[in-house]
């Protein structure tokens, strides 16, 4: 069955904590004494307990916690705006690596650690914080001000029924993990997570296991996530979002012709272009020499589309700002023109752990890491961080949308606009001003 949809994302941010060998030591039994069924159990304080008993005693052991925050619009502003920044570190640590296409999310990733700091404590928390670039909106502000931020957002973005963006969290967790009642009320209750148990000592059953469950959850667009399980790992936190967006205006099939692309001086490739002549949003910046082009879908994301001058996508990365990013959208005016886009699709993956340290988040990745939070009987430690992101973007659409004639600005455009050399785009939601993707099309053929 084909899909109707223009646009398809899927984006998934794992990271896996280990226990570290050194510490976990502390938990061997002495010789000679006899092993336990169960791991043992504090019923008076009741500070930490078997996911098993979480499950089956939730309601009865704990009361998911309530606030009543106003949040105003100078703390959305700021939050947004730190994430998009964030997203541009990431992405430039990323792209510097690899010469081909990039695409990620940087607000998954974001997610991912924001749910991480809900257990973590002292220099791993401010770490995280600091890397993720949200440290003005942690503990020294309102309390828990950071996750009623992103359940925000998520719930903003999620609820709109004119976007078609689904977003999830889970967390499986070695079978026999005693976790802290706390981390699991707030981490359901701020990011809605979904806990489920895992042997990691059966590496290929809980590998098939998590795979599977992302293989269901991203309607089969994502296969094989993971490649292999660590059988000391204890808990792997995963958060995933998937949109599906239409155009408003779509590109005719019937125009569509093979074109040529320009990956760089010398080497050339054949590649579908689609062309549709109507009136775009779109601006020029001579400071940074590249042409803005705004692509609408249906609900309230776009695509920015950014043609540097002369292929210099390199230059422009290293530019990206959120606050240039604000401009060019105030910039954007109406304009008839002729425009030429590729169709491409693009499957990234990544392990960005080493990233993560190059932003400052060291200590979350030591033996020294505190995630006390999470659990009191095992020293944890991220041990990697994963990322995939898979993008198809094509002519079709389920609805044509009527677009309003304007009278044409006297802007010094060009009249014909063809993406035919490496280009930048960024998706995002347009009523909080979040960066959902960015990536990078150097080859429009290559996945």
Not at 343 to 358: E, G, M, P, T, V
Request: charged share 25%; proline share 5%; net charge neutral.
């Amino acid at each position: 069955m084909k899909l109707k949809m223009r646009l398809l994302f899927l984006l998934i941010s794992g990271v896996f904590m280990m226990s570290a060998v050194a510490d976990r030591r502390r938990f061997q039994r002495p010789p000679g004494e006899r092993a336990n069924p169960k791991p043992k159990q504090f019923p008076q304080q009741r500070d930490s307990f078997h996911l098993q008993d979480f499950e089956y005693r939730e309601e009865a052991s704990m009361v998911p916690p309530t606030e009543q925050s106003i949040i105003d619009t100078e703390t959305i502003h700021m939050f947004t705006e730190k994430n998009t920044e964030f997203g541009f570190n990431l992405f430039r640590k990323i792209a510097n690596l690899h010469e081909d296409n990039v695409f990620i999310s940087p607000i998954t990733v974001s997610s991912v650690f924001a749910m991480l700091s809900l257990g973590a404590e002292q220099d791993t928390y401010n770490e995280i914080l600091k890397g993720i670039n949200l440290q003005d909106l942690g503990r020294n502000t309102q309390q828990d001000l950071l996750h009623i931020l992103f359940q925000w957002l998520w719930n903003n973005m999620t609820q709109n029924h004119e976007v078609p963006l689904s977003q999830g969290s889970d967390l499986f967790v070695q079978d026999n993990l005693e976790l802290k009642p706390t981390f699991l009320n707030r981490s359901r209750h701020f990011y809605n997570v979904k806990v489920t148990p895992v042997n990691f000592q059966q590496t290929s059953l809980t590998k098939d296991i998590i795979n599977q469950h992302i293989y269901n959850k991203t309607n089969g667009k994502i296969h094989r996530f993971l490649e292999s399980v660590d059988s000391d790992s204890k808990l792997m936190l995963i958060n995933y979002i998937l949109f599906k967006g239409s155009w408003v205006a779509p590109f005719n099939p019937n125009f569509t012709e093979d074109g040529t692309f320009y990956v760089n001086t010398y080497i050339k490739v054949n590649v579908p272009m689609m062309f549709k002549e109507d009136y775009f949003l779109v601006t020029h910046d001579k400071t940074h020499s590249c042409t803005i082009l705004k692509l609408p879908y249906k609900g309230s994301v776009s695509m920015l589309i950014l043609v540097p001058k002369d292929a210099e996508y390199l230059l422009l990365e290293d530019e990206l700002r959120a606050e240039l990013i604000e401009k060019w959208i105030e910039d954007l005016h109406p304009r008839k023109m002729e425009l030429y886009f590729p169709k491409f699709k693009l499957d990234k993956s990544y392990k960005i752990a080493k990233k993560f340290r190059q932003l400052g988040i060291t200590t979350p990745f030591m033996n020294t890491a505190n995630f006390s939070g999470i659990s009191s009987t095992e020293q944890l430690k991220i041990s990697q961080v994963f990322h995939r992101a898979v993008i198809e973007v094509n002519e079709r659409g389920t609805e044509a949308a009527a677009v309003t004639a304007v009278t044409a600005t006297a802007y010094s455009l060009p009249k014909i606009l063809r993406v035919e050399h490496p280009f930048l785009f960024i998706i995002y939601e347009e009523t909080t001003k979040t960066v959902l993707f960015i990536g990078r099309v150097k080859d429009p053929t290559k996945f």
